[in-house]
């Protein structure tokens, strides 16, 4: 039986379906020790949907992360409630079938996906996932009127009703009620869905995790290189001074620094080249001379939002960006 008692009703289905729509899809949420690249799974949960969003099954399970749990004060995992959970090389197998053929759904899908691409690389496995969908960029995509894109208010407007914030079963189970419509509407409206490539994690170093538990006193359960899931790509120098910070309402100047952050509708690493072949020098990281960030999920915790905030950095959404992106001013001493 499956935890769908605050549903909303189906919305009617578009007929034709659009051929090109995937056959299934892996709602995920996990719950982990922090957002760093070292932070583990504390928990993860996965709603089976059809092609046509309806649900099929559901999925829980707790996980021994070896380590503090992190935020107690947000999943509610305490290290005494996980001292007895399996280890992720235990559940991998039946997640991984979970998963296995399916597009990976989540809101701000780029950081789950990233923690699982982790864990199946410490447990020398790689996740069966091809696709992700970012519900905060379909969101955005079908210009739903939401007042940010919290979870919190996409459930709102499909009048979702959340039982456990931040329990990975309930974020799912809300998760996959509010994909469902959404799911129809850019159906309907013959939208293709934002669909990224899932690259699997290759750079974990030998010392991964222990099979046996408890860990030895003062051990170490392995060691990921500092670098990202997805393989770093060396771009050339930007030839001009950075102009500062971008005004509010622009234009983009030849030189500044522009930072990306969570899941776009149009491919990562498409949009950085863009922005480099028109003189944009495109950052890493958020900083004091950073004059832009471009972010579909303006209120996501992770550092480069954060840091975007501390410093008053101007932040826009990919499809300002874009619009923005047409009509970049040379730097000076440049005729374009």
Same mark, same amino acid.
């Given at each position: 039986?499956?935890?769908? =008692?605050?549903?909303?009703e189906?919305?009617?289905?578009p007929s034709?379906?659009?051929?090109?729509?995937?056959?299934?899809?892996?709602?995920?949420d $996990?719950?982990?020790?922090?957002?760093?690249?070292?932070?583990?799974? !504390?928990s993860?949960a996965?709603?089976?949907?059809?092609?046509?969003?309806?649900?099929?099954d559901?999925?829980?399970s707790?996980?021994?992360?070896?380590?503090? @749990?992190?935020?107690?004060?947000?999943?509610?995992?305490?290290?005494?409630?996980?001292? =007895?959970?399996p280890?992720?090389?235990?559940?991998?197998?039946?997640?991984?079938?979970?998963?296995?053929?399916? !597009?990976? $759904?989540?809101?701000?899908?780029?950081?789950?996906? #990233?923690?699982?691409? &982790?864990?199946?690389?410490?447990?020398?496995? +790689?996740?069966?996932?091809?696709?992700?969908?970012?519900?905060?960029?379909? /969101?955005?995509e079908?210009?739903?009127p939401?007042?940010?894109?919290?979870?919190?208010?996409?459930?709102?407007?499909?009048?979702?009703?959340?039982?456990?914030?931040?329990?990975?079963? =309930? *974020?799912?189970?809300?998760? /996959?009620e509010?994909? &469902?419509?959404?799911?129809?509407?850019?159906?309907?409206?013959?939208?293709?869905?934002?669909?990224?490539?899932?690259?699997p994690? +290759?750079?974990?170093?030998?010392?991964? $995790?222990?099979?046996?538990?408890?860990? %030895? /006193?003062g051990?170490?359960?392995?060691?990921?290189? %500092?670098? #990202?899931?997805?393989?770093?790509?060396?771009?050339p #120098?930007?030839?001009?001074?950075? @102009?500062?910070?971008? /005004?509010?309402e622009?234009?983009?100047?030849?030189?500044?620094? !522009?930072?990306?952050?969570? *899941?776009t509708?149009? =491919?990562?690493?498409?949009?950085?080249?863009?922005?480099?072949?028109?003189?944009?020098?495109?950052?890493?990281?958020?900083? &004091?001379?950073? #004059?832009l960030?471009?972010?579909?999920?303006? *209120?996501s %915790?992770?550092?480069?939002?954060?840091?975007?905030?501390?410093?008053?950095?101007?932040?826009?959404d990919e499809r300002?960006?874009?619009e923005?992106?047409?009509?970049? +001013?040379?730097a000076?001493g440049?005729?374009?």
């Amino acid at each position: 039986m499956t935890m769908l =008692d605050n549903r909303t009703e189906p919305t009617a289905a578009p007929s034709p379906w659009p051929a090109a729509y995937p056959d299934g899809y892996a709602v995920v949420d $996990v719950e982990t020790t922090g957002l760093g690249r070292d932070d583990r799974i !504390v928990s993860a949960a996965v709603y089976r949907l059809d092609s046509r969003g309806e649900v099929q099954d559901h999925w829980y399970s707790p996980v021994n992360p070896l380590r503090d @749990p992190g935020p107690v004060w947000i999943h509610g995992l305490t290290s005494a409630m996980l001292a =007895d959970a399996p280890l992720f090389p235990e559940i991998a197998a039946e997640l991984a079938e979970r998963l296995a053929g399916r !597009v990976l $759904v989540a809101h701000n899908a780029v950081f789950d996906w #990233s923690m699982l691409a &982790r864990e199946y690389a410490r447990a020398k496995s +790689t996740a069966p996932v091809e696709q992700r969908l970012c519900t905060i960029v379909l /969101a955005k995509e079908l210009r739903l009127p939401l007042a940010n894109h919290k979870l919190e208010s996409l459930a709102a407007h499909y009048g979702v009703v959340q039982q456990r914030a931040h329990h990975a079963l =309930d *974020d799912a189970r809300v998760l /996959a009620e509010a994909f &469902r419509p959404s799911l129809h509407l850019a159906a309907a409206a013959g939208l293709p869905l934002p669909l990224h490539t899932c690259r699997p994690l +290759t750079e974990w170093t030998e010392g991964s $995790v222990p099979a046996a538990r408890p860990a %030895p /006193a003062g051990g170490s359960y392995g060691s990921y290189r %500092p670098s #990202s899931w997805r393989p770093a790509r060396k771009r050339p #120098s930007c030839p001009y001074p950075n @102009p500062g910070r971008m /005004a509010p309402e622009g234009p983009l100047m030849q030189g500044m620094r !522009v930072a990306f952050s969570g *899941d776009t509708g149009i =491919d990562r690493e498409l949009l950085e080249d863009r922005a480099t072949d028109a003189g944009l020098h495109v950052a890493s990281s958020v900083s &004091r001379v950073t #004059s832009l960030l471009v972010t579909n999920d303006p *209120d996501s %915790p992770t550092s480069k939002a954060a840091k975007a905030r501390a410093f008053g950095t101007p932040v826009i959404d990919e499809r300002r960006f874009a619009e923005l992106l047409k009509a970049v +001013t040379p730097a000076p001493g440049v005729h374009g």
